[in-house]
């Protein structure tokens, strides 16, 4: 059988160096005073410290290549809760991920799957991949080059989920899951934490977002209007007053899990608890930015709303002051009920509903507030 390959084309030059931010993304401007640069030189080494503390207490929770990982979640799953929200390590992030995904159990469960799908399948979805590839993090170091290691990786990713799962194929916005997880990880450990994500190895299954005619998105959109409107009456009934629906601003939020136009350290933020209690940090996120700007937002009329909307202050994307508000915010059981209610309001069930015994998750989900 012939093989199918990626990397057929020559790659193009590489881009212009220019300087870059820790996480590999290009600096909008690089040009700093001298004292701005020893006080962020002061706080880089702050952190550095900080962050080697982390660093050996996640270790030893771990274990060496994530050997006692589940016996200490099974011990102490406050203590994981509780670090996961303070953020995973970025040395330890790509393992820790793969860990509470479940997407390492799939691995080993599926040797040699990974590099058939992408050696001996074809997609209907390549041209349309390929197309797409350079506008993912096309700030980012790794993705620059054209037809580079980055963008050739993220098509094999891309393309054997298309593969893999023929009904959802391949969907603009996929390629944001996929790029931010190969900058942590190997192809084929990016290829299984798409899987695990989309097809519910923990938590609900989330193909939804991009099966046709977007069902996931429109029930997490319909949920996501009602909590504001709860939680938030004031600027709901703004909202009701100038025709805004989450659909406007909030779809990116659910289809990229905050990976496409948030900056990148609160989207790893983000992902960190996203990963490990699931896609109500999303929800939870989404209020505690229309809460923390809800005195601005109310005020702005439909024009300034929307640009509002999609452009928030920097101190309102600050991980530190975003993320514990957004904990603070219990939405477990409404989510559950508004969701009953979605479905019996559309005569129908969603997909998650209908999993078979044989196919529910292969591991137990994650309960917590």
Known sequence: ?????????????????RALDRFGFVKPDANTSE??????????????IKERRRVRKWRKMIGVGGSDWKHYL??????????????????LRGLVWQLISGS??????????????????????????????????PSHVFFQQRHGPGQRSLYNVLKAYSVFDRDVGYVQGMGFLAGLLLLYMSEEDAFWLLVALLKGAVHAPMEGLYLAGLPLVQQYLFQFERLVREHLPKLGEHFSEEMINPSMYASQWFITVFSYSFPFHLALRIWDVFLYE??????KVGLALLKYCHDDLVKLPFEKLIHGLKN???????PDTLLPLAYSIKITKRLEELKLEYEKKNGKITRSREISENEKPILPSIQSN
């Open 74 to 91: 099974r011990k102490k799953p406050n203590v994981v809760k509780r670090r996961i929200r303070k953020g995973i390590p970025d040395c």
């Open 35 to 48: 004292g701005v640069a020893k006080t962020n030189r002061s706080a880089y080494e702050y952190e550095k």
């Open 104 to 137: 390492r159990d799939l691995l080993l469960m599926n040797p040699g799957v990974y590099e058939q799908l992408v050696i001996y399948e074809t997609s209907a979805s390549e041209l349309d991949i390929i197309r797409d590839i350079s506008r993912t993090f």
């Open 312 to 318: 928030f202050s920097e101190d309102a994307m600050n």
């Open 278 to 283: 699931g896609v109500k940090i999303v929800f």
């Open 1 to 17: 059988m012939e093989r199918k390959r990626s990397d057929d084309y020559e790659s193009g030059p590489l881009p212009s160096p």
